[in-house]
């Protein structure tokens, strides 16, 4: 099956049974791939170096205990039951728990917020009553170090997940090709194992920007039968070594390993917690599949089948004291070659699906101006998280390739991923905290609860790995850092950047002033000046006007803002206005996306912004015609600080800014009233009596839309130029090394070596037109 089934009905949940046993079949292949492949090194990286099993089985007994408590606490409890109901509209992942806690308090540190985004239908943030405004979202507004912080964990969480997405790769393929030790002699297989794990990890790499929908459809049968496959092993080796081996799932045992090993064994919890690795992908790919789907797959065949295989695997080593800790070594010789085949395209599978969540949170930072600009291909046009970036996809390759040379074993490889899992896992339980308390509005007490209780069993583990920095746990903890600063510094100076613009954008009299007494000329087409701002003139167009005494006939200001939504209807997605007098032929467009949404092409753009400027014009001509014979000063129209004029939603339905204003262009336009008022409608009907009966003046309106609409039509045949700006930052004089080192030298070098916004937006060349800005900030 296609995965395009999944994303067509993943979002809604009102699926009949059998569409919600299919999607949990589907997904399979995409959510459960890397979690399902840890039986084949926990094992061996638990018990590495750092504990030996006796004849007396304590150690693996208390293993087990510990693999079957932690998949059912962490996994089980915490994902399945509670933090899956943390979704943002359907979508999941770090940056969903961090949107939702930004529209329910303002800790946002994105700009451009406007209270027209908090009514876009995708938006859903509902008012607690005055008595659950707790102390928790009063000091979370209060204090902007807090709003830093909360971004810093933010970050942080997404620098592991990148981390995660280069390090699983690694340790499952090398795992899966592993098995070759047994299989072959031993002066053979080491000669063995390393190529053939950098060959498939080159081909894995290679094949990304084919797209995952290209070849999904076998990533559900491979990782079905190879859950099937570990859960008969399992049983096979239950019933044939150690049937009572069940009784090692008593909590008993766990103390007892603890009290036994002491120190040794809890550093062997660095190994024990791979067998939740993946566990994250449950919530992240979230927006393909339903809760219901999720919830069925998991806990009626992945959990199953991995507590028998690693019940099958511990009733094997309890038997077996002084044979090498393997996977393989469980598996009977008549059958280990299929299963060395099937682990690998299993391995494979749960790789290629943490290499798309890799590319899909870089693409949720980027629309977010938390990454510098790369190039996004979107590999296909009905599933809204294939995507590929060509630049990450190559990094990641040769440091995967690099890891897996430079480790060349499944315990510093174990190390090195356990770190980055447990560090993900508790940045989700301390936002979950908070989304318990600001979104779902529950006392906090049990959010404290829910930290305390999952968060004491994480950071055990997390304290564990830690333990193994100079054994591999370093690598993770120096990529983090790497990518954060390069994050957090795009990030800082994207802010200031908008807050110079801000401070220095040009009124509307300068611009109403130009005109022939100054030289200025209006020559034919249209032009898109583009812009952070929603109000007011850029200061670059003012560059771009005194170097070059020339403007088009057709001016629009163009805002492209992220909103923190995963989505945003394309029906709700331009917001125009006008800049000045209609006879002045500017206009202002704010172009909103959600961090999932995908960007359109510049063809698109530009006859849907054409479009976009004609439904509008149609609308305020008619309202304004409609003005004759209704009041219009109480028709809870809102207003652009800069022009005067109302910005309205133009779609199937909009929505104006700062207001609940419905707008439609049609015959009968019906506006709603604003916020903070009492519900009232106002209604403009305009049918063919009323245009029988207008006088000179309506045919006078009539007559200067159809003006104003040829010109527009006569500027986009005359061609589109695109002006934006290109910008260099320069640290203020008395600035400290540290802000001058980051922004003279740091900021401009991730410029200068990052897509610029042409390319974002994919602008042809022969249309662009740059103005140079320095920001000395």
């Known amino acids: 099956m296609d995965l395009e ?7 809604s949940r009102k699926d009949s049974w059998k569409t919600i046993l299919l999607l949990a079949y589907q997904s399979l292949g995409v959510v459960y791939g890397d979690l399902s492949i840890s039986p084949l090194y926990v094992y061996t990286s638990t018990f590495a170096e750092d504990i030996e099993h006796s004849e007396t089985n304590e150690e693996i007994f208390g293993t087990l205990s510990f693999v079957f408590w932690t998949l059912t606490l962490v996994p089980l409890f915490k994902y399945v039951f509670v933090v899956l109901r943390a979704d943002d509209n359907g979508e999941g992942g770090t940056f969903a728990l961090y949107s939702l806690i930004c529209r329910h308090a303002k800790v946002s540190l994105l700009p451009n917020r406007q209270h027209s985004d908090e009514a876009l239908s995708t938006y859903k943030m509902e008012e607690p009553p005055a008595k659950m405004n707790s102390m928790v979202k009063l000091l979370l507004e209060k204090y902007k170090a807090l709003h830093t912080a909360l971004l810093i964990v933010v970050l942080l969480g997404t620098c592991m997940v990148i981390g995660d997405g280069l390090l699983t790769p690694a340790i499952s393929v090398f795992s899966a090709v592993s098995g070759l030790e047994v299989s072959m002699s031993k002066k053979h297989h080491q ?6 794990t950098c060959f498939i990890l080159v081909c894995l790499f ?3 920007h084919y797209g995952t929908h290209r070849v999904g459809f076998l990533f559900a049968p491979i990782v079905l039968a190879w859950l099937l496959c570990i859960s008969t092993l399992g049983l096979y080796n239950i019933f044939k070594w150690n049937p009572h081996i069940y009784k090692a799932l008593s909590p008993y045992y766990m103390f007892k390993f603890l009290k036994k090993t002491r120190i040794s064994g809890w550093m062997s919890l660095g190994g024990i917690l791979l067998c939740i690795t993946g566990s994250e992908a449950m919530f992240a790919d979230l927006g393909h599949f339903s809760y219901m789907a999720i919830q069925i797959a998991f806990t009626f065949l992945v959990y199953p089948a991995l507590i028998l295989a690693y019940m099958g695997q511990a009733a094997y080593l309890s038997n077996h004291h002084h044979l090498q800790i393997s996977f393989y070594a469980s598996v009977p010789e008549s059958v280990r070659w299929p299963v060395i085949i099937l682990a690998i395209l299993a391995s494979v599978v749960g790789s290629q699906a ?13 629309s977010l101006g938390c990454f510098p600009r790369v190039k996004v291909v979107h590999t296909s046009d009905k599933i809204h998280g294939q995507v590929y970036i060509p630049e990450i996809n190559w990094i990641l390759m040769i440091l995967c390739i690099a890891v897996t040379i430079g480790f060349r074993d499944t315990k510093h490889m174990g190390n090195a991923s356990g770190l ?4 993900v896992m508790l940045v989700t339980t301390c936002l979950t905290s908070l989304v318990i308390i600001l979104c779902w509005h529950k006392p906090p007490i049990i959010a404290l609860c829910f930290l305390l209780f999952f968060g004491s069993i994480e950071l055990l583990y997390f304290s564990a790995s830690l333990m193994k920095f100079c054994e591999g746990a370093w690598f993770p903890i120096l990529l983090a850092l790497f990518l954060m600063i390069i994050m957090f510094l795009w990030h800082y100076a994207s802010i200031k950047k908008y807050e110079y613009d801000l401070h220095n954008k040009v009124s509307l009299d300068w611009l109403l002033a130009l005109g022939p007494s100054l030289g200025i000329a209006r020559v034919p087409g249209i032009g898109l000046v583009f812009t952070d701002l929603t109000t007011g003139i850029p200061a670059n167009f003012s560059r771009f006007v005194t170097n070059l005494p020339a403007y088009h006939r057709i001016l629009v200001f163009v805002c492209v803002k992220s909103v923190p939504v995963p989505h945003v209807p394309v029906a709700e997605r331009y917001l125009v206005g006008r800049v000045g007098p209609p006879e002045h032929r500017s206009y202002r467009c704010i ?3 959600g961090y999932r949404d995908v960007h359109q092409d510049i063809d ?15 609308y305020d001509w008619y309202r304004a015609r409609a003005s004759n014979v209704s009041n219009n000063e109480d028709d809870g129209s809102c207003s652009n600080e800069s022009s005067g004029h109302r910005l309205t939603v133009i779609g199937t339905m909009g929505l104006c800014e700062d207001s609940l204003q419905l707008a439609s262009v049609s015959d009968v336009v019906e506006i709603d009233a604003p916020l903070g008022t009492r519900e009232r409608r106002v209604r403009f009907a305009i049918d063919g009596d009323n245009e029988h009966d207008n006088d000179t003046e309506s045919v006078t309106v009539h007559h200067q839309m159809q003006q104003e609409l040829e010109d527009l039509y006569a500027g986009q045949e005359s061609g589109i130029a695109f002006i934006l700006g290109h910008s260099h930052v320069r640290a203020k004089p008395g600035s400290s090394v540290f802000k001058k080192l980051a922004l003279n030298y740091g900021y401009n070098f991730l410029r200068r070596n990052c897509r610029g916004p042409d390319v974002a937006l994919k602008v042809p060349p022969v249309s662009l037109l740059e103005v140079g800005m320095v920001y000395v900030l």
């Open 206 to 208: 290679a094949l990304q």
């Open 191 to 196: 000669y063995a194992v390393i190529p053939i």
């Open 420 to 423: 980055a899992v447990m560090t």
């Open 604 to 618: 698109s753009f530009e006859s849907e912004l054409v479009e976009k400027l004609s439904d509008f014009i149609q």
């Open 591 to 593: 172009v909103r996306y």
């Open 354 to 366: 943490i290499i798309s969540g890799t590319f899909s949170i870089i693409n949720q930072s980027q």
């Open 5 to 11: 089934f999944g994303n067509c009905w993943g979002n």
